[in-house]
Nanobody, 127 residues
Framework: QLQLVESGGGLVQPGGSLRLSCAAS????????IGWFRQAPGKEREGVSC????????NYADSVKGRFTASRDNAKNTVYLQMNSLKPEDTAIYYC????????????????????WGQGTQVTVSS
């Protein structure tokens, strides 16, 4: 059974950092591009980042560029999202998802190329 499990969320003060993890089971994560999305209460889902299967290509939403960094360790079947300089507007449930492709398309942030989704992890940025 294909499964993605996110972890690492929590409560952090503005300016703080968190590292999210996305662990895969039931399939070889290294074959696929992985996306990170988030959804805040009352808002639409937003694409945060997409990392290609080898990690050689990374895409970011403008709202997180320079603050968030996606990485992956295919040997551990895990993808990470390092989030620095967190802002209150980063508060959301964060989801990881596996693409049907090994690459991130130009429309990755629309979400349509992704299949399996994790259950999400809550990130709250507040003083």
């Amino acid at each position: 059974q294909l499964q993605l499990v996110e972890s690492g969320g929590g409560l952090v003060q503005p300016g703080g950092s968190l590292r999210l993890s996305c662990a895969a089971s039931g399939f070889t994560l290294g074959t696929y591009a992985i996306g990170w999305f988030r959804q805040a209460p009352g808002k639409e889902r937003e694409g945060v980042s997409c990392i290609s299967s080898t990690g050689g290509r990374k895409n970011y939403a403008d709202s997180v560029k320079g603050r968030f960094t996606a990485s992956r360790d295919n040997a551990k079947n895990t993808v990470y999202l390092q989030m620095n300089s967190l802002k209150p507007e980063d508060t959301a449930i964060y989801y990881c998802t596996a693409s049907r492709n090994y690459y991130c398309s130009a429309y990755w942030d629309e979400g349509s190329e992704f299949g399996s989704w994790g259950q999400g992890t809550q990130v709250t940025v507040s003083s």
